[in-house]
C-alpha cells in the first residue's frame, strides 16, 4: 500500500484571527482525519513583512510575500485560503480560480451580490475545488441536528428563530477601520451584523431547512459617527450595528433573526431554535457541544427536552478525537470543515458550501439590507439546493 501523501500547498492571505485559526487546521488536520492529502503550510501573505515573517515563523509556513498577487501566482501553491477583510476577496479569489488554484474563502464570500456572482462565475469556469469557511456547520452538536432533520423526526417545521449576539462595539470611542476594527468600516466590511454574524445564522438555517424566499427588515446603527483610523478623521459609520428580520422559507416555515453588537454582556451567543410538528431542537454556541432536544412522542409522563451531550463515537466527527464524554471546542470546527474538504479532493465531491451555495446566504443578506432600506418585504431569490 503507497502511504505517499499528496501534497496540498497553501497560500495564506492574511494573518488575522481567521488565519490563526485555519493555519491551526492546516497543522492539525491529518493527525485526526487521516487523508491522502497532507496540507503543506507554502507561503504567508501579510502587507507588513515584519509582521508576516513572525507569523510564518510560528505557523511554519516556509515563504513569505507581501503581494498577495505573487502569492496566487506561484507554481509551488496549489491552493489559496482568502483571510483577508471583506473587500479584498472577490479580487484575489477571482485572481486565484484563473491561475487554476484551488479557493478556500472566509465569509461572507463577497461584499454583495454583484461580486459573489462574478467569483462563482469564475471559480465554475476554472472549475477548481471551492468552499467558504462557514465553520459552524461542523460544530458536532450542529451537525447532528442536521442528521435529525434530515432523518424526519422533527416532521413539518413550522419555526426557525436565530440570535447572533454580541457587545464588543458599545464604546462610541472605538474607532472604525484597520486591523481588527475593519468590520465596523462598511468600505471593508460591505455591511455590519448582517454580513458578518446573521451569515452565519442564515447559512446554517438555510442548510437545516432549506431556502429563505422572503424577507422583511430593520437594521439600526447606534454609533452614527467614528473615528476612522487610517484617516485619523471623524467619519460616518456605514455599517448595520443590529439587524432583525423576518422571513418565510420555501417549505412554509417561519424565520425569526437578529443580530447585534449592542447586547450588553453577549460575547458571541449564537443561538437557534427549531420548531416542528413532532419534535423541537435548540443549540447555542456557548454550551456548544450540547444539543436540546424535544420529542412530543416520548411517554407523555417522561417527557421533556433532553440535553444531548454531543461528544460519544457515533456523534458526528467525535470518533476522531478523544474518549466518549470529552469535549471539543470552536478550533474544530475549522479542522471538520478542513478535513471534508480533504475528503471531497478524494471523492471528487463538491465541498459545501461552495461558492454557489454561499452566494445563496449572500442573496439573502442583500435582500434584508434591502428592506431595511425599503420597509418593505423583498424576494431573495434564493435557488437551495444544498
Ligand atoms: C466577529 O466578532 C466574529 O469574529 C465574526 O467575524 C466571526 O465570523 C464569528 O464567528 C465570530 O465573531
Redesign the pocket.
Known sequence: MNHVKKELRIAMIGYG?MGKAHSNAYKKVGHFFPSQYQPVLQVLCARDPARAKAFADTWGYKHVVTDWREAVMRDDVDAVDICTPNNLHCEIAIAAANAGKMVLCE?PLSMDNSDGERMVVAIEKAGVANTVWY??RRIPAVTLAKQIIDEGRLGKIFHVRAQFL?D?TISPELPQGGEGLW?LDASAAGSGVTG??LA?CIDTAQWLNGGISRVVARTETFVKKRKHTLTGNVEDVGIDDACEFLCDFTNGSLGNFESTRYARGHK?KFFFEINGENASMSWDLQDLHRLEFFDHSDESRLRGWRSIHVTDGDHPYMKNWWVPGLTIGYEHSFIHHLADFLKSLEDGTAAHPTFREALETGKVCDAVLKSAKSGQWEATGVKWSG
Open positions: 484571527f465569509k465553520n459552524y454580541q464588543w468590520r458578518d454574524l452565519h458571541a
